[in-house]
């Protein structure tokens, strides 16, 4: 199982960016899929996940910001970021777990990681 992100960039407070996750399972529509950051000096941290019949949930600073969606026909997972705040400015990570009902913030549920995109956010 392979995840590629992509779409991470700089961009300044206030702006939006789209972050995408390609899978290449064949079985993508039966996992949840979940997006994670980690800022210099931070543990990892939850941002949103989304199930398998695009139920989602968000941590609660992202929350009104920030959107996930899939599309299954494409393998691809999203993450809409407007609004960004310097405070966002992080390594993104998509991660999939295979026990797709429930959109986890737990990060020990997934059990493949993507390779992490830079979001860079400026004042």
């Known amino acids: 199982v392979q995840l590629q992100a992509s779409g991470g960039g700089l961009v300044q407070a206030g702006g939006s960016l789209r972050l995408s996750c390609l899978a290449s399972?064949?079985?993508?529509?039966?996992?949840?899929m979940g997006w994670f950051r980690q800022a210099p000096g931070k543990e990892r941290e939850f941002v949103a996940a989304?199930?398998?019949?695009?139920?989602?949930t968000y941590a609660n600073s992202v929350k009104g910001r920030f959107t996930i969606s899939r599309d299954n026909a494409k393998n691809t997972v999203y993450l809409q970021m407007n609004s960004l705040k310097p405070e966002d400015t992080a390594v993104y990570y998509c991660?999939?777990?295979?026990?797709?009902?429930?959109?986890?913030?737990?990060?020990?549920?997934?059990?493949?990681w993507g390779q992490g995109t830079q979001v860079t956010v400026s004042s």
């Open positions: 989304i199930n398998w019949s695009g139920g989602s």
């Open positions: 399972m064949r079985t993508f529509r039966t996992y949840g």
């Open positions: 991660a999939a777990e295979k026990h797709g009902a429930t959109a986890r913030a737990m990060e020990e549920k997934y059990d493949y």
